[in-house]
């Protein structure tokens, strides 16, 4: 009889807790394999997720007969791997890691995304419930499960604790006193700048998302481009504003890699960003800054902080695939309590409740910052960027207008406008 994925888990966890990962069991306890002789294609993106998973697959492997076939690309080429798959009609890969928000819409309109929401509801022990609710929003498409989440991310601030203090500042509560923090701690005489975010056109978006759910805008309004509100105006010209004021002279180059390593080498007193790349702010290579990053709420604007609150990445399934019962028994353990809680323990933050309410489960994450995620977690807005098919335009759209106020353009409306009317263009293209 087929285990569910929960005993494939537990039995994975006895083993792993034994220390070598000696396998002792008898030929009988052995010979129940539901997908014995089955083998699985995984593709993955590069993300320490994978590096964290990978060690327990044997085991995952012995529990089902199963094999799995891991296969890695980069962020940049993982969309591009799977198009060409998908395009042509291809039976692998069978299981695949996505971004919801980047690809779900695209991948489930072209019928590259195998509903799941039949499968997730189908055994209780797996609790389907216990996924945060920011996360499930995040994954739905025209009212379908499109994939289990993986990974979820919040927009937070992180902040110098001895350069607020030497200023004999509090830790910024508002977009207000973050202006204002930005430009006291502003010292270019020391090497430190007030404050760095990312400037890239695209990559910038989702960062002002959270600037703009906190003034009261967002994106789109039903199906009408909304980039050009007061609400948006106002949020576009503090983000950059602060860049232009507060920022390295280069911002308008930088994504998150780039704006990290900066703030993490002591080049910067406030940063903006998601809260998962934290361990990229803390390099041990600058003694004296590490130790001093603390980690707050995202400040508020005219209608509170609304930070993203989003799933950053998902585990999906192709329509085409074969082995799809196989492939489910595969996200149905990897996405479980037990396996998560294994990967939340090496810091990557989990979509699962239960998890996050355990001391175990925020074992991996320095206490500031736990402290910061539960007061997110369940709340927050569940998409960073436009929700259109073509993302990858409405981004371009969007960052061009916060890039003219990082450049020095004085009124943006105008601007905003015509992006407005871009933007909105490609809603009207993508509802015919």
Known sequence: MKRSGAALVLAALATTGCGNGTDNRSDAETADKPFAGQTITLVTGSHPWVDAIRPLLPQFEAETGMSVNVQGFFEDQLTQKLTVQFTSRSETPDVFMYRPLQEGKLFYRNGWLEPLDEYAKREA??????????????????????????????????????????????????????????????????????????????????????????????????????????????????????????????????????????????????YTDANSIYKMTMDPDYPGVAENVGFAAFPAGAKGSRPYNITSWGLAINPKSAHKEAAWAFVEWATSKEITLLIQQKGIPGPRSSVWDREEGTAGFPAELVNVFKKTVNGGVDHDRPTTINVAEARETVGEIVQKVITGEKDIQETADRANAALQAILDKEAE
């Open 125 to 270: 022990e797996y609790d389907y419930e216990d996924f945060t609710p920011q996360s499930i929003r995040s994954s739905i498409v025209d009212g379908k499960l499109t994939g289990i989440p993986i990974i979820i991310e919040q927009a937070i601030l992180y902040y110098r604790k001895d350069l607020l203090q030497e200023a004999g500042l509090s830790v910024p509560r508002t977009i207000e006193e973050l202006a204002e923090a930005a430009g006291r701690l502003h010292d270019l005489g020391n090497g430190v700048y007030g404050f760095v975010a990312r400037g890239q056109r695209s990559p910038l978006v989702t960062q002002v998302s959270s600037y703009l759910y906190s003034e009261g805008g967002d994106f789109t309004r039903g199906n009408k481009a909304a980039i050009n509100t007061p609400e948006a105006i106002k949020a576009f010209t503090r983000y950059g504003t602060l860049l232009r004021n507060y920022g390295p002279t280069d911002a308008i180059n930088m994504s998150w890699p780039q704006a990290s390593a900066f703030f993490a080498e002591g080049k910067a007193a406030l």
